[in-house]
């Protein structure tokens, strides 16, 4: 029964796959071009005033936020229907946002394919520890998770390293067209840069790109945390682990205020993504509304989404994410458990 019904969902969501070659077009414009627009003030305000180029950075990082949806639809083939086209528009927008397009491809593929298993944890997502693996660890390994998960380190660091220094390299078991794709992407990035150098300097260029990208890169990690990270989430190990499930639960609806939501490209309608990657951006909305079972998945709001800072590890019993105060108690019970053994 309850494999019929998951079917019923995904077989409700399907008719809303189709892209749209107007809208997908229409999109490119309204994003591509305020934003190179946005470039062009904001190098022209450098010589009234910094603070005035600041603003027109965050305004111009909303737009490559949105861009970057773009690149993502494109990796799920779902912006166009030719893949050629998929993959020229993702190849461009990947330049663009610091991401190899079939190097990110891959690795996302992955993540929806094992998204919120336990045991198929460690690519394209966020390091999740549960508490039992929390009080096991070494306490190097806990230094390093509580470091890795400190919002000024995801936030402020990730970016750096995830998109700028990570994305620059092949994984060791890629193929050679994906290895290909990762060096292309990474000489088209130089000859950008070099070319604004030329024209601009160097200086003008970190001044506008800098602040751009460290932006809209904390804003794309944000997204990425509170859609996974919420205090009722699904996790399973793979015996027990259902996509669809996975897909609804494990995946949250942030619902954001509506200019907020055209900037990053609806992409808070993540349970419906994640139950039908195909679906393109400008149809999750339609797809969720038209849908009546998807109206009672988790939902989070601008406000309530702060509370996801706190949840750090994963209580397999509880089914819920707990903070660090939660398994304090344990840890220390535990190591005075090891003591007494130790010493009798």
């Known amino acids: 029964m309850i494999e019929q019904n998951q079917k019923k969902l995904r077989k409700q969501i399907m008719p809303f796959e189709r892209s749209n070659l107007r809208a997908s077009l229409w999109q490119l414009i309204n994003t591509l071009v305020p934003f190179f627009l946005l470039w062009i003030l904001a190098y022209q305000s450098l010589s009234i005033s910094y603070l005035l180029t600041l603003v027109i950075n965050v305004i111009a990082a909303g737009f490559l936020v949105r861009t970057f949806i773009i690149f993502h639809d494109c990796c799920h083939h779902s912006f166009f229907k030719n893949r050629q086209a998929n993959k020229i528009v993702g190849m461009i927008t990947g330049v663009m946002t610091l991401f190899p397009y079939s190097q990110w491809q891959h690795d996302h593929s992955v993540h929806h394919a094992t998204s919120s298993n336990l045991d198929k944890r460690g690519t394209g997502d966020i390091w999740v520890l549960t508490v039992d693996e929390y009080m096991e660890a070494t306490p190097l390994k806990r230094l390093q998770y509580r470091l890795y998960r400190n919002p000024l380190v995801m936030f402020g660091i990730g970016p750096i390293y995830s998109f700028l220094i990570r994305n620059r390299f092949n994984r060791k078991d890629a193929r050679i067209a994906e290895k290909l794709n990762t060096y292309l992407t990474n000489l088209l990035i130089a000859i950008v840069i070099a070319l604004f150098t030329v024209t601009i300097g160097w200086e003008a260029f970190l001044l506008i790109q800098g602040p ?62 994640h139950l039908c990657p195909r679906v393109p951006n400008y149809k ?59 010493e009798g």
């Open 212 to 273: 751009i990208f460290l932006i809209s890169g904390s804003l794309g990690i944000w997204l990425f945390y509170v859609q996974h990270t919420f205090e009722d989430s699904y996790f399973e190990e793979d015996e027990h682990w259902e996509y669809v499930r996975a897909a609804v639960e494990g995946s949250s609806f942030y619902k954001l205020p509506k200019i907020l939501q055209w900037l990053t490209g609806n992409i808070g309608y993540h349970h419906v993504h």
């Open 284 to 342: 999750l909305e339609e797809a969720h509304n038209n849908t009546p079972p998807l109206h009672n998945v988790p939902t989070v709001t601008l406000a309530t989404s702060l509370s996801s800072l706190k949840f750090r590890l994963w209580d397999e019993k509880q089914k819920k994410f707990v903070g660090y105060r939660a398994v304090k108690s344990l840890v220390k019970e535990k190591s005075l458990l090891g003591r007494k053994m130790s």
